[in-house]
């Protein structure tokens, strides 16, 4: 059941990124409810550090939420909200082309720390979320990049490890409507936004690690400002820290890219 987040559904033809539209709405003090934007194309769409995410008409679902949270909480508060999203869009996937969780595990749908929906050892989809508080009386406006790949020509994603989500629809017999799709996320993400509101990460942190891709391999996590980190990847605890298991303990990880360790 939908919650009443009362979403302003607006849609562009072309630009350059649903999340630096909303973004320069929110610094020239624009946003004043909650607003779903959807792009047809995307030229110059961002991912997390620095990455592109491009998108065609009818190819790609590439859209932003701008949703204003209490000015009570703190980006603290708001940590795992990637993680949250992440989960709300991969449930919301599956309810749209009414896939049951055996299924979902058989075309090894899954979630990648801290912002990647995979299908297999492939990206299926991606989060991005950015945003602050202008003033401590202002709302903290969050803006949440989402990009889902629907049904990009292989001839676009030759030597790239992405997947489409018309594989698994194909496979369901079930057809793909992205005005739809969009729509029916937005509002599934609403439900989602109202519970994190009031709790944080920590009522997803058990759903999360249920449906996480990578548990018990070896990773590493890279940062620019710290030193490569490898281990066994526990999940996620209940701030969405991964947790490594390494050989002096455990080790709580707040950011970095996570990839899989190398086999010698």
């Known amino acids: 059941m939908y919650m009443t987040i009362p979403w302003r559904f607006e849609v562009v033809p072309t630009t350059s990124s649903t999340n630096t539209d909303l973004m320069n709405r929110w610094h020239r003090q624009d946003l004043s409810e909650p607003v779903s934007l959807l792009a047809i194309t995307q030229t110059a769409g961002r991912g997390r550090r620095g990455n592109v995410w491009v998108s065609q008409a009818n190819q790609s679902l590439t859209f932003s939420l701008a949703y204003p949270f209490s000015n009570a909480l703190s980006m603290m508060y708001l940590q795992g909200l990637t993680l949250a999203c992440g ?16 299924n979902a595990k058989q075309h090894r749908l899954g979630l990648k720390w801290p912002n990647d929906i995979l299908l297999g050892d492939r990206k299926l989809g991606g989060i991005l979320v950015e945003g602050g508080q202008k003033s401590p009386n202002d709302p903290i406006w969050m803006i949440i990049g989402i990009g889902l790949n629907v049904s990009i020509p292989p001839v676009n994603i030759e030597h790239r490890e992405i997947a489409n989500l018309v594989e698994i629809a194909t496979i369901e017999n079930s057809s793909i409507v992205i005005d739809a799709l969009w729509r029916q996320i937005s509002y599934e993400m609403g439900s989602m936004l109202e519970v994190f509101e009031q709790n944080s990460f920590t009522p997803f942190q058990e759903e999360w690690n249920h449906w996480h891709a990578w548990q018990d391999l070896q990773v590493e996590v890279s ?30 990880i707040s950011n970095g890219e996570l990839t899989l360790s190398k086999v010698i």
């Open 87 to 102: 989960l709300c869009v991969l449930k919301s996937v599956l309810h749209y082309l009414q896939i049951d969780e055996v």
């Open 223 to 252: 940062n620019p400002l710290a030193k490569i980190q490898s281990g066994k990847c526990l999940g996620v605890n209940s701030n969405g820290y991964l947790i490594l298991d390494q050989p002096e303990g455990l080790h709580e």
